[in-house]
């Protein structure tokens, strides 16, 4: 019998994907191992694996498709004489109302295909509630209506086989603010005689304040919807506060300069994040309890230190993770670091090495930033924010002014997980390393 091979999941929360490009095409053998497609999610660009062997009887997809759902059917495997002709009468296969995370095996680099077995399409959204039907929707959809109050019970799904999503939450919640935005803007008008942008509303409401300006409207790709749900439920949901240190550089610069040197002959050069890196993560292991994430109704605390890292890259950031940071030299880190960003910008990324990470990091001291405070990105329990090294007037211990190279640090944490004196101690043992950078190589 035909098999369907569907979308994967290639990581926890996908959801849909962009099917880039085929690298197999109709009357092809495939065998188990076989790559299949290149698979496009809002981190990055990846290629699954054929899990049965078989012929290429049909390409459901097109290249280039968008928005592709999670265990949708993208192309039909033939088996041994069977034929094309045997693709229409192929029996469809429900997506398994299982999370999409548990619906693939994916490799750290590739995603393999899988054929769910046969499930019942759920009932009508009228009939859920008064039936007690079992409701289909992913975990995610799940959370999101429990934030919104939104009633699953109401809702069709527009995911396989009538499955909820996130996009399905998204646009009921969308509705209830937009009818609650067009109400205050009707009440506010006949009070005051004049309506003001309001804080949340959608793209209709909001385009009528500005009929009369020229403006380009451009739309949102994964990633930007992705960073924007994701941040915006960081500062809802996380209770911030923020810690603030400077740092004398000038040792740390003359230290980076001897090394360089010394490691020419390997092309190996260290910058100042390479030194920010391991003083992080050295601090965790020096502060073990800040070393922890929240994770919903417990604390996680690890033993390893692993330091995600934002990297910019068109149309939004990526954070991929140096693991056990705490153990490796400043060499291997900065190769490391480069490796993850040139391919980070390239899309290519597996889900394992941009995923996890209990700590983070954010530099935008490359482009003149004095200081600012970052967004934490859960379930992360705080990120450092850190500025450009200037030249700066100080008062020594002796009581003398003097002239340094002073860098400004934001610790950005999470209360839940860290209060504010294991914060500042967490905090002020980044800034002992890094002001004393020869005892990281101890």
Known sequence: MPIEILMPALSPTMEEGTLAKWLVKEGDAV????????IETDKATMEFEAVD?????????AEGTENVAVNSAIAVLLEDGE????VEAAPSAPASPAPAAEAVTSSPAKSATLASSPASAPPAAADKAAEGARIFATPLARKLAAQNNVDLTRLSGSGPRGRIVKADIEAAGSAVSADRTVASMASAASTSGAASAPQSANF???????????????????????????????KQTVPHFYLRRDVMLDNLLGFRGEMNAALAERDVKLSVNDFVIKACALALTTVPTANAIWAGDR????????????????????TPVLKDADQKSLSVLSTEMKDLATRAKGRKLAPDEYQGGSFAISNLGMFGIDNFDAVINPPHGAILA???????????????LSVATVMSLTLSVDHRVIDGALGAELLNVIVKNLENPMAMLA
């Not at 390893?304 to 990526?318: E, K, S």
């Not at 090294?389 to 211990?397: Q, Y």
């Open 386 to 400: 850190v500025g450009a090294g200037k030249k700066k007037p100080v008062v020594t211990a002796s009581g003398e």
């Open 204 to 234: 209709e409401t909001i385009s009528k304040l500005y009929a009369e300006r020229a403006y380009e409207e451009i739309s949102l790709d994964r990633m930007r919807k992705t960073i924007a749900a994701r941040l915006t439920e960081a």
């Open 83 to 86: 034929s094309s002709s045997e």
């Open 299 to 318: 604390i996680l605390q690890f033993t390893p230190a692993d330091i995600a890292v934002a990297v910019a890259i068109d149309g939004g950031l990526i």
């Open 53 to 61: 062997e078989g012929i290429i009887g049909k390409l459901l997809v």
């Open 31 to 38: 065998a188990s191992g076989d790559l299949l497609a290149e």
